[in-house]
């Protein structure tokens, strides 16, 4: 009995090791090139609050605003609005109080379908463009590459990303503000501040079914085990980087989708880019892009192949990278 339990295990350990070569090997052939950084031409511009075509900066640039809101948006033509108040309401009071304060808020609208370029531009019209400007690509890139197309379009010192459906109160830009500032020095003048939501895991546990906690308790382990070490919640979309850090991370990301900011992240910390995990407000807004089974084992996947891609050599992290 002992030997044939000794031969299964052998076997089963062979066969593990071949599943791991083989699925190493899939990671590296299929392994697309570094997303292009180039715009399409019409992405080049922005309509000012006249209508009329002006040329986008470059995060190359020197910075001319103390702070940029980037905010991605993929048929948010309902839920836009109420963020967008919120958001320019507090900032207008932030300049009011300290009028040395500057602004920008970027709304990227990902090739939607419905009417999100027209309702983020009544801002820019109501606003002006130098505090709102709205990017509208061509086609879909995906959650991570909007966000990136507004980063390399930002004006900011610091550069926030912000959520188009407003589950995060904005006014705890303030709680990321300190926990930037706590992280000085900063190396190189970077770092980075998330908002998280783990201290309300307890709450969101009671209020979803098992299958679905099974599936993020599954997805924080892959997390931590493939990619990221010491973040909680890699996930919340309220994130708070220096202009260096987005510039040096946004220039090596190759995930455009939902799992960008683990890679973000994994990439953060390969810089030694110091970080900060910051408890915010938080709450559920109907109306979610994500379908709970097939979103959470699109990430899965894309995790795995993080990780094998650059421990394959597949995706190479460079100390720097031209942006177009």
């Known amino acids: 009995m002992a030997p044939l339990l000794l031969q299964l295990a052998v076997l089963g350990a062979a066969l593990a090791a ?18 292009h950084l180039h715009r399409h031409e019409d992405e080049k511009f922005f309509f000012n609050a006249r209508v009329q075509r ?3 900066p470059s995060i190359r640039d020197s910075p001319t605003k103390q702070l940029s809101v980037v905010v991605p948006s993929y048929n948010e033509e309902k839920r836009l609005p109420v963020m967008m108040d919120e958001a320019l309401g507090y900032l207008e009071e932030r300049q ?15 090739g939607s379908k419905d009417e999100t370029s027209k309702v983020a531009f009544k801002y820019c019209q109501k ?6 400007r709205v990017i509208t690509l061509v086609k879909n890139r995906g959650k991570g590459g909007a966000i990136r197309m507004g980063v390399f379009s930002s ?31 900063w190396p190189d003048q970077m770092a980075i501040a998330c908002g ?11 209020q979803r079914s098992y299958f679905r906690t099974l599936l993020m308790y599954g997805f924080h382990f892959l997390v931590w085990f493939l990619c990221v070490k010491g973040i909680r919640d890699t996930q919340c979309g309220f994130k708070l980087l220096t202009r260096e850090a987005a510039s040096r991370t946004f220039s090596s990301l190759h995930i455009e989708r939902w799992a960008f900011d683990v890679e973000l992240l994994y990439i953060a910390q390969f810089f030694k880019i110091p970080i900060a995990e910051i408890a915010v407000n938080w709450t559920e807004i109907e109306g979610s892009k994500l ?21 394959t050599g597949a995706w190479r992290l460079e100390q720097t990278r031209k942006v177009n």
């Open 18 to 35: 071949v599943a791991l070569i083989l699925i190493s090997f899939v990671a590296f052939i299929t392994a697309t090139e570094m997303p």
């Open 54 to 56: 002006e040329a986008l």
């Open 96 to 110: 009011k109080q300290d009028p040395t304060f500057t602004y920008e808020v970027i709304v990227v609208d990902d």
């Open 127 to 132: 606003y002006g463009s130098d505090k709102v």
């Open 155 to 185: 004006r900011g010192e610091k550069i926030l990303m912000a959520d188009a459906d407003g589950a995060t109160k904005f006014p705890d830009i303030e709680k990321l503000e300190k926990g930037l500032n706590d992280l000085q020095p």
């Open 196 to 206: 998280s939501r783990a201290h309300l895991e307890k709450q969101s546990i009671a």
């Open 291 to 311: 379908v709970p089974f097939w979103s959470w084992l699109q990430m899965g996947k894309d995790l795995l192949l993080i990780r094998l891609r650059y421990l």
